[in-house]
Protein backbone atom coordinates (compact mmCIF):
# COMPACT_ATOMS: atom_id res chain seq x y z
CA UNK A 1 0.00 0.00 0.00
CA UNK A 2 0.98 3.88 -0.83
CA UNK A 3 2.55 5.46 2.22
CA UNK A 4 1.83 9.32 2.95
CA UNK A 5 2.03 11.36 -0.16
CA UNK A 6 1.73 14.79 1.96
CA UNK A 7 5.56 15.42 1.16
CA UNK A 8 4.03 16.02 -2.67
CA UNK A 9 1.52 19.01 -1.39
CA UNK A 10 2.49 22.46 0.31
CA UNK A 11 -0.03 21.33 3.07
CA UNK A 12 0.40 22.95 6.38
CA UNK A 13 0.84 20.55 9.44
CA UNK A 14 -2.51 21.55 11.29
CA UNK A 15 -3.94 21.44 7.93
CA UNK A 16 -6.81 18.64 8.21
CA UNK A 17 -7.85 19.18 4.12
CA UNK A 18 -10.12 16.38 3.69
CA UNK A 19 -11.61 18.22 0.60
CA UNK A 20 -10.56 16.86 -2.32
CA UNK A 21 -13.66 16.52 -4.07
CA UNK A 22 -14.04 20.38 -4.19
CA UNK A 23 -10.55 20.91 -5.22
CA UNK A 24 -7.11 19.22 -5.32
CA UNK A 25 -4.45 20.93 -3.29
CA UNK A 26 -1.67 22.10 -5.31
CA UNK A 27 0.47 19.24 -6.61
CA UNK A 28 4.27 20.22 -5.71
CA UNK A 29 5.37 18.56 -9.01
CA UNK A 30 2.53 21.15 -11.38
CA UNK A 31 3.62 24.20 -9.63
CA UNK A 32 7.14 23.89 -10.37
CA UNK A 33 5.75 22.37 -14.30
CA UNK A 34 3.95 26.17 -14.33
CA UNK A 35 7.11 27.82 -13.03
CA UNK A 36 9.00 25.91 -16.32
CA UNK A 37 6.76 27.07 -18.41
CA UNK A 38 6.57 30.34 -17.21
CA UNK A 39 9.98 30.54 -17.55
CA UNK A 40 10.42 29.40 -21.11
CA UNK A 41 7.39 32.16 -21.87
CA UNK A 42 9.57 35.03 -20.53
CA UNK A 43 12.86 33.28 -22.40
CA UNK A 44 11.25 32.76 -26.07
CA UNK A 45 8.51 35.49 -27.36
CA UNK A 46 7.30 32.70 -30.07
CA UNK A 47 5.93 29.36 -30.27
CA UNK A 48 7.41 26.50 -32.27
CA UNK A 49 4.09 24.87 -34.61
CA UNK A 50 5.74 21.50 -32.77
CA UNK A 51 4.80 23.30 -29.59
CA UNK A 52 1.13 23.03 -30.06
CA UNK A 53 0.58 19.73 -31.17
CA UNK A 54 3.51 17.24 -29.35
CA UNK A 55 3.09 18.00 -25.52
CA UNK A 56 -0.87 17.61 -26.50
CA UNK A 57 -0.49 14.45 -28.22
CA UNK A 58 1.76 13.13 -25.13
CA UNK A 59 -1.12 14.00 -22.63
CA UNK A 60 -3.94 12.32 -24.16
CA UNK A 61 -1.42 9.03 -24.44
CA UNK A 62 -1.12 9.27 -20.69
CA UNK A 63 -4.40 10.17 -19.85
CA UNK A 64 -5.45 7.41 -22.29
CA UNK A 65 -3.14 5.24 -20.13
CA UNK A 66 -5.19 6.40 -16.91
CA UNK A 67 -8.47 5.04 -18.10
CA UNK A 68 -7.74 1.68 -19.92
CA UNK A 69 -8.02 3.24 -23.46
CA UNK A 70 -6.67 1.78 -26.71
CA UNK A 71 -7.15 4.93 -28.52
CA UNK A 72 -5.61 8.36 -27.53
CA UNK A 73 -7.34 9.92 -30.25
CA UNK A 74 -10.74 9.63 -28.78
CA UNK A 75 -9.58 12.04 -26.40
CA UNK A 76 -10.62 15.72 -26.73
CA UNK A 77 -9.38 18.27 -24.29
CA UNK A 78 -11.78 20.37 -22.89
CA UNK A 79 -12.19 23.18 -20.13
CA UNK A 80 -14.94 22.03 -17.98
CA UNK A 81 -17.19 19.49 -18.03
CA UNK A 82 -20.17 21.30 -19.23
CA UNK A 83 -18.31 21.45 -22.57
CA UNK A 84 -17.91 18.11 -22.74
CA UNK A 85 -21.78 17.03 -21.82
CA UNK A 86 -22.46 19.57 -24.15
CA UNK A 87 -20.48 18.47 -26.93
CA UNK A 88 -22.55 14.69 -26.45
CA UNK A 89 -26.02 16.93 -26.23
CA UNK A 90 -25.20 18.41 -29.39
CA UNK A 91 -24.76 14.84 -31.41
CA UNK A 92 -27.32 12.86 -29.68
CA UNK A 93 -30.12 11.42 -31.42
CA UNK A 94 -33.28 12.51 -29.83
CA UNK A 95 -36.94 12.06 -30.79
CA UNK A 96 -40.20 12.90 -28.96
CA UNK A 97 -41.46 10.91 -26.60
CA UNK A 98 -38.26 9.15 -25.57
CA UNK A 99 -36.49 10.17 -22.59
CA UNK A 100 -32.93 10.77 -20.63
CA UNK A 101 -32.61 9.19 -17.36
CA UNK A 102 -30.41 10.65 -14.52
CA UNK A 103 -30.11 10.14 -11.01
CA UNK A 104 -31.02 12.19 -8.00
CA UNK A 105 -29.24 15.55 -7.01
CA UNK A 106 -26.86 14.72 -9.64
CA UNK A 107 -24.13 17.82 -10.54
CA UNK A 108 -26.21 20.41 -12.14
CA UNK A 109 -23.43 20.33 -15.23
CA UNK A 110 -24.99 16.95 -16.02
CA UNK A 111 -28.23 17.79 -15.44
CA UNK A 112 -28.89 21.00 -17.13
CA UNK A 113 -27.83 20.41 -21.14
CA UNK A 114 -30.68 17.51 -20.91
CA UNK A 115 -32.95 19.24 -19.43
CA UNK A 116 -32.73 22.00 -21.89
CA UNK A 117 -32.67 18.86 -24.92
CA UNK A 118 -35.70 17.13 -23.59
CA UNK A 119 -37.67 20.59 -23.61
CA UNK A 120 -36.60 21.30 -27.35
CA UNK A 121 -37.10 17.84 -28.34
CA UNK A 122 -40.49 17.09 -26.52
CA UNK A 123 -38.64 13.84 -24.81
CA UNK A 124 -38.92 13.36 -20.87
CA UNK A 125 -36.37 13.77 -17.98
CA UNK A 126 -36.76 11.04 -15.79
CA UNK A 127 -34.91 11.75 -12.71
CA UNK A 128 -34.32 8.30 -10.08
CA UNK A 129 -34.44 8.92 -6.72
CA UNK A 130 -32.32 7.36 -4.37
CA UNK A 131 -34.29 4.57 -2.80
CA UNK A 132 -35.36 5.06 0.78
CA UNK A 133 -35.68 1.29 1.42
CA UNK A 134 -33.76 -1.71 0.44
CA UNK A 135 -33.36 -1.34 -3.29
CA UNK A 136 -29.80 -0.57 -4.67
CA UNK A 137 -29.92 2.93 -6.56
CA UNK A 138 -27.99 1.09 -9.69
CA UNK A 139 -30.74 -1.48 -9.81
CA UNK A 140 -33.43 1.31 -9.17
CA UNK A 141 -32.04 3.41 -12.62
CA UNK A 142 -31.88 -0.49 -14.41
CA UNK A 143 -35.24 -0.63 -13.81
CA UNK A 144 -36.05 2.82 -15.26
CA UNK A 145 -34.86 1.93 -18.88
CA UNK A 146 -36.83 0.81 -21.19
CA UNK A 147 -37.15 0.74 -24.73
CA UNK A 148 -37.72 4.72 -25.15
CA UNK A 149 -34.15 4.96 -23.37
CA UNK A 150 -32.71 7.27 -25.70
CA UNK A 151 -30.11 7.85 -22.80
CA UNK A 152 -28.96 7.29 -19.40
CA UNK A 153 -26.43 10.43 -18.05
CA UNK A 154 -24.55 10.05 -14.50
CA UNK A 155 -22.01 9.83 -12.44
CA UNK A 156 -19.48 6.57 -11.42
CA UNK A 157 -19.74 8.02 -7.75
CA UNK A 158 -22.57 10.43 -6.55
CA UNK A 159 -20.93 13.88 -5.79
CA UNK A 160 -22.70 14.44 -2.82
CA UNK A 161 -22.09 11.27 -1.02
CA UNK A 162 -19.70 8.68 -2.61
CA UNK A 163 -22.86 6.32 -3.59
CA UNK A 164 -20.95 3.84 -6.08
CA UNK A 165 -23.04 2.72 -9.14
CA UNK A 166 -23.02 -0.43 -11.08
CA UNK A 167 -21.98 0.93 -14.52
CA UNK A 168 -20.71 -2.20 -15.85
CA UNK A 169 -25.16 -3.53 -14.79
CA UNK A 170 -26.22 -0.23 -16.22
CA UNK A 171 -24.43 -0.19 -19.32
CA UNK A 172 -25.62 -3.94 -20.45
CA UNK A 173 -29.35 -2.78 -19.39
CA UNK A 174 -28.02 0.12 -21.71
CA UNK A 175 -27.06 -2.29 -24.64
CA UNK A 176 -30.40 -4.15 -24.28
CA UNK A 177 -32.33 -1.04 -25.94
CA UNK A 178 -29.42 0.41 -28.08
CA UNK A 179 -29.20 3.57 -25.17
CA UNK A 180 -26.51 5.76 -24.91
CA UNK A 181 -24.42 5.77 -21.63
CA UNK A 182 -22.64 9.18 -20.68
CA UNK A 183 -20.47 8.96 -17.67
CA UNK A 184 -19.59 11.98 -15.64
CA UNK A 185 -16.14 10.62 -14.09
CA UNK A 186 -15.55 14.38 -12.51
CA UNK A 187 -15.57 12.56 -8.94
CA UNK A 188 -14.08 9.20 -9.99
CA UNK A 189 -11.24 9.38 -12.49
CA UNK A 190 -7.84 9.35 -11.15
CA UNK A 191 -8.91 8.20 -7.30
CA UNK A 192 -10.84 5.31 -8.23
CA UNK A 193 -10.40 2.63 -11.16
CA UNK A 194 -12.03 2.65 -14.62
CA UNK A 195 -12.28 1.08 -17.65
CA UNK A 196 -13.29 2.23 -20.36
CA UNK A 197 -12.61 -0.74 -22.46
CA UNK A 198 -15.15 -2.86 -19.86
CA UNK A 199 -17.22 0.05 -19.21
CA UNK A 200 -17.77 0.89 -22.92
CA UNK A 201 -19.45 4.49 -22.56
CA UNK A 202 -20.53 6.23 -25.09
CA UNK A 203 -18.66 9.45 -23.53
CA UNK A 204 -16.64 10.01 -20.35
CA UNK A 205 -16.18 13.10 -19.45
CA UNK A 206 -14.09 14.64 -16.19
CA UNK A 207 -13.21 17.89 -14.85
CA UNK A 208 -9.75 18.05 -14.27
CA UNK A 209 -8.87 20.02 -11.05
CA UNK A 210 -10.85 17.57 -8.58
CA UNK A 211 -8.59 14.33 -8.08
CA UNK A 212 -7.05 14.65 -11.48
CA UNK A 213 -4.77 17.44 -9.40
CA UNK A 214 -4.61 19.77 -12.41
CA UNK A 215 -5.21 23.29 -12.59
CA UNK A 216 -9.14 24.78 -12.68
CA UNK A 217 -10.43 25.12 -16.08
CA UNK A 218 -8.90 21.98 -17.44
CA UNK A 219 -10.75 18.73 -18.34
CA UNK A 220 -10.94 15.61 -20.59
CA UNK A 221 -13.57 13.91 -22.46
CA UNK A 222 -13.28 10.45 -24.04
CA UNK A 223 -16.06 9.76 -26.36
CA UNK A 224 -16.81 6.33 -28.09
CA UNK A 225 -17.57 5.26 -31.85
CA UNK A 226 -21.45 7.08 -31.73
CA UNK A 227 -19.63 10.13 -31.31
CA UNK A 228 -17.55 9.52 -34.39
CA UNK A 229 -18.03 12.16 -36.93
CA UNK A 230 -20.33 14.40 -35.10
CA UNK A 231 -20.49 17.88 -34.81
CA UNK A 232 -18.49 19.90 -31.90
CA UNK A 233 -19.65 23.00 -30.00
CA UNK A 234 -16.96 24.96 -31.94
CA UNK A 235 -15.21 25.17 -35.22
CA UNK A 236 -11.60 26.29 -34.61
CA UNK A 237 -8.41 25.99 -37.04
CA UNK A 238 -6.24 23.42 -34.51
CA UNK A 239 -8.97 20.50 -35.25
CA UNK A 240 -8.92 20.90 -38.92
CA UNK A 241 -6.59 17.92 -40.63
CA UNK A 242 -3.25 19.25 -41.35
CA UNK A 243 -3.74 22.09 -39.02
CA UNK A 244 0.10 21.63 -38.38
CA UNK A 245 0.92 23.20 -41.63
CA UNK A 246 0.34 27.08 -40.97
CA UNK A 247 1.44 28.23 -44.13
CA UNK A 248 -1.89 26.14 -45.47
CA UNK A 249 -4.43 27.00 -42.88
CA UNK A 250 -6.58 29.26 -45.22
CA UNK A 251 -6.85 26.48 -47.56
CA UNK A 252 -9.93 25.29 -45.61
CA UNK A 253 -10.43 21.97 -44.66
CA UNK A 254 -13.79 20.06 -44.71
CA UNK A 255 -12.34 17.32 -42.39
CA UNK A 256 -11.24 17.09 -39.10
CA UNK A 257 -8.42 15.66 -36.96
CA UNK A 258 -8.88 12.07 -36.26
CA UNK A 259 -11.61 10.29 -33.94
CA UNK A 260 -12.24 13.06 -31.24
CA UNK A 261 -9.72 15.67 -32.18
CA UNK A 262 -12.68 17.75 -33.89
CA UNK A 263 -13.94 18.17 -30.03
CA UNK A 264 -10.88 20.21 -28.23
CA UNK A 265 -11.77 23.41 -26.95
CA UNK A 266 -9.25 26.08 -28.73
CA UNK A 267 -6.31 27.21 -27.78
CA UNK A 268 -6.41 23.90 -25.87
CA UNK A 269 -2.28 23.86 -26.76
CA UNK A 270 -2.18 25.74 -23.29
CA UNK A 271 1.36 26.39 -22.81
CA UNK A 272 0.81 26.90 -18.89
CA UNK A 273 -1.60 24.39 -17.93
CA UNK A 274 -0.11 21.36 -20.57
CA UNK A 275 2.84 20.77 -18.35
CA UNK A 276 0.86 20.85 -15.16
CA UNK A 277 -1.46 18.40 -16.24
CA UNK A 278 0.88 16.07 -17.53
CA UNK A 279 2.87 16.48 -14.16
CA UNK A 280 -0.41 15.37 -12.28
CA UNK A 281 -1.61 13.04 -14.75
CA UNK A 282 2.39 11.11 -14.83
CA UNK A 283 1.58 11.24 -10.49
CA UNK A 284 -1.82 9.77 -10.88
CA UNK A 285 -0.68 6.58 -12.68
CA UNK A 286 2.33 6.37 -10.58
CA UNK A 287 -0.17 5.93 -7.38
CA UNK A 288 -2.66 4.34 -10.08
CA UNK A 289 -6.64 4.84 -8.79
CA UNK A 290 -6.20 1.11 -6.83
CA UNK A 291 -3.65 2.58 -4.60
CA UNK A 292 -5.82 5.78 -3.79
CA UNK A 293 -8.78 3.57 -2.77
CA UNK A 294 -6.32 0.94 -0.64
CA UNK A 295 -5.08 4.33 1.11
CA UNK A 296 -8.43 5.53 1.59
CA UNK A 297 -9.52 2.94 2.78
CA UNK A 298 -7.12 2.41 5.76
CA UNK A 299 -8.31 5.42 6.78
CA UNK A 300 -11.59 5.07 7.02
CA UNK A 301 -11.26 1.19 8.42
CA UNK A 302 -9.55 3.48 11.82
CA UNK A 303 -12.85 5.36 12.40
CA UNK A 304 -15.34 2.92 11.34
CA UNK A 305 -16.26 1.95 14.70
CA UNK A 306 -16.32 5.43 16.11
CA UNK A 307 -18.73 6.75 13.50
CA UNK A 308 -21.26 3.71 14.28
CA UNK A 309 -20.77 4.60 17.96
CA UNK A 310 -22.25 7.71 17.10
CA UNK A 311 -25.19 6.32 15.01
CA UNK A 312 -23.27 8.53 12.05
CA UNK A 313 -24.66 6.62 8.51
CA UNK A 314 -22.79 6.10 5.09
CA UNK A 315 -23.91 5.07 1.73
CA UNK A 316 -23.43 1.15 1.47
CA UNK A 317 -22.41 1.04 -1.52
CA UNK A 318 -19.41 3.78 -1.51
CA UNK A 319 -15.75 4.92 -2.84
CA UNK A 320 -13.18 5.36 -0.18
CA UNK A 321 -11.96 9.01 -1.49
CA UNK A 322 -15.32 10.07 -1.01
CA UNK A 323 -18.23 9.52 1.95
CA UNK A 324 -21.10 11.40 2.72
CA UNK A 325 -21.74 11.08 6.52
CA UNK A 326 -25.55 11.44 7.65
CA UNK A 327 -25.90 12.67 11.02
CA UNK A 328 -28.47 11.58 13.89
CA UNK A 329 -30.70 13.92 15.73
CA UNK A 330 -28.35 14.62 18.11
CA UNK A 331 -25.69 16.09 16.40
CA UNK A 332 -26.98 19.39 14.16
CA UNK A 333 -24.65 20.38 11.12
CA UNK A 334 -24.11 23.88 12.80
CA UNK A 335 -22.18 22.77 15.64
CA UNK A 336 -20.35 20.48 13.36
CA UNK A 337 -19.38 23.13 10.98
CA UNK A 338 -18.19 25.37 14.70
CA UNK A 339 -15.84 22.57 15.65
CA UNK A 340 -14.67 21.29 12.47
CA UNK A 341 -13.54 25.35 11.65
CA UNK A 342 -11.47 25.38 15.16
CA UNK A 343 -9.73 21.90 14.29
CA UNK A 344 -8.94 23.63 11.01
CA UNK A 345 -11.11 20.22 9.09
CA UNK A 346 -12.12 21.81 5.64
CA UNK A 347 -14.63 19.34 4.08
CA UNK A 348 -17.98 19.88 2.13
CA UNK A 349 -21.94 20.03 2.99
CA UNK A 350 -23.99 19.14 0.37
CA UNK A 351 -27.83 18.84 0.89
CA UNK A 352 -28.03 16.17 3.96
CA UNK A 353 -24.88 14.58 4.05
CA UNK A 354 -21.05 15.94 5.05
CA UNK A 355 -19.04 14.92 2.57
CA UNK A 356 -15.45 13.90 3.70
CA UNK A 357 -12.82 13.38 0.73
CA UNK A 358 -9.90 12.22 1.71
CA UNK A 359 -6.83 11.02 -0.71
CA UNK A 360 -3.28 10.13 -0.08
CA UNK A 361 -1.92 13.14 1.34
CA UNK A 362 -4.23 12.59 4.65
CA UNK A 363 -2.86 11.32 7.96
CA UNK A 364 -4.80 9.06 10.28
CA UNK A 365 -4.66 11.45 12.77
CA UNK A 366 -6.87 13.75 10.48
CA UNK A 367 -9.56 11.22 10.56
CA UNK A 368 -9.45 10.76 14.46
CA UNK A 369 -9.74 14.32 14.37
CA UNK A 370 -12.79 14.71 12.98
CA UNK A 371 -14.09 12.06 15.32
CA UNK A 372 -12.98 14.49 17.85
CA UNK A 373 -15.20 17.34 16.42
CA UNK A 374 -18.30 14.91 15.91
CA UNK A 375 -18.48 13.79 19.32
CA UNK A 376 -17.81 17.44 20.59
CA UNK A 377 -21.02 18.16 18.49
CA UNK A 378 -22.97 15.67 19.97
CA UNK A 379 -25.97 17.18 22.05
CA UNK A 380 -26.00 15.29 25.47
Known sequence: MLDCQRHLFPLADYDAYLNGAS??????????????????????????????????????????????????????????????????????PLRAGQNIIVAQDQFPSNYYAWHRLC????????????????????????DAINADTAAVAMAQVHWSDG??????SI?????????????????????????????????????????LLGPYGCGYAWYGPRMDGGVPLEENWINRAGSQHFSQLANYQNDYRPLAGRYSVGEHSNFLSIPMQQAAIDQLRAWQ?????????????????????????????????????????????????????ARHISVSYRGDAIRVSPSVYNRPEEMDRMVDALRAATRT
Not at 54 to 60: D, I, K
Not at 136 to 142: K, L, R, V
Open 119 to 142: QEAGAHLITVARPTGDQDWSEAII
Open 289 to 341: PEGVQAYTAALWAEITDDLANLKITLPRKRANHLVGLRLPRNIAVERVEEEFR
Open 163 to 168: TLFDLA
Open 171 to 211: RRRTDAFGSWLIVDGTQSIGAYPFDVECIRPDALIAAGYKW
Open 23 to 92: RSPQLNAGAEAARQALQWREENSGMPIDAFFSPVERLRESFAGLIGAQEPERIALIPAASYGIATVARNL
